[in-house]
């Protein structure tokens, strides 16, 4: 099995910055996801890390670290639509198992 | 890119009935697809892991008596709740595995508002 742990709720105004951590202890690791979930809505795909270190795509960036079992999510220029729960993925084997999420909340 | 069709997106059922969710992969093969559940803010817990012509891989705590699983097809599955009660109502969401995918290759359906009354 595996614990994903990952803050509950984090607030920010807008055009700030975010970064939303996560640890995992796992058996077995193929990779790391980030995904976005609106309320009532599936989550969409925001970043995947397999090897340690920066993946940046626009204003969202992931970061890896397997031998401290730690990624983080950086929102950058945050707009009033990011707020959103953001979900930590680990996928172990070919499952994924995902953290409780963060509630992002941005402020004019 | 990947397309994940589920229906229906809300079904309101009567205790005791029992209520098929369908989840299709529309532009790619998925020789494996995942259904989760999810609580009103709590995280998405997998239930089961179907597998193209074969029987579904049960996660620990969840009944499979209960939640029926067909995959018969490389793009279709089919998640039947049976006798459903109160305590079944959640959203369900199937994700669907692209053969040769990583990263973005698992894709979510737009979700199962499911009420039991």
Redesign the interface.
């Given at each position: 099995g595996q614990n994903i742990d990952q803050p509950t709720e984090m607030t920010a105004t807008e055009g700030a910055i975010v970064q939303i951590n996560c640890t995992y202890q796992t058996s077995g690791f193929n990779g790391l996801f980030w995904y976005q979930q609106h309320a009532g809505e599936a989550p969409t795909f925001l970043s995947y890390n397999v090897l340690d270190g920066l993946e940046e795509k626009g204003r969202f960036s992931s970061f890896l670290s397997r031998s401290k079992g730690y990624s983080y999510l950086l929102l950058k220029e945050l707009q009033m639509k990011d707020s959103a729960s953001y979900l930590c993925a680990v996928l172990e084997d070919y499952k994924l198992s995902f953290g409780a999420g963060t509630t992002v909340t941005v402020r004019a | 890119g990947a397309v994940v069709s589920?229906h229906p997106s809300r079904v309101i059922c009567k205790s005791g009935t029992s209520v098929k969710i369908e989840c299709r992969s529309l532009d790619f093969q998925a020789t494996?697809m995942?259904w989760?559940r999810q609580f009103p803010k709590?995280?998405?817990?997998?239930m089961a892991?179907s597998n193209e012509g074969s029987k579904a891989t049960y996660e620990q705590g969840v009944e499979k008596d209960k939640f029926l699983i067909n995959h018969a097809s490389l793009t279709l599955s089919t998640l039947t709740v049976t006798s459903a009660h109160p305590e079944d109502s959640s959203?369900y969401?199937c994700?669907a595995?692209k053969h040769t995918g990583?990263?973005?290759g698992?894709?979510?359906?737009?979700?199962t508002?499911l009420t039991v009354v």
């Open positions: - | 589920q494996t995942f989760y709590q995280s998405l817990m997998l892991t959203f969401i994700s595995k990583q990263g973005d698992y894709t979510f359906g737009s979700g508002r």
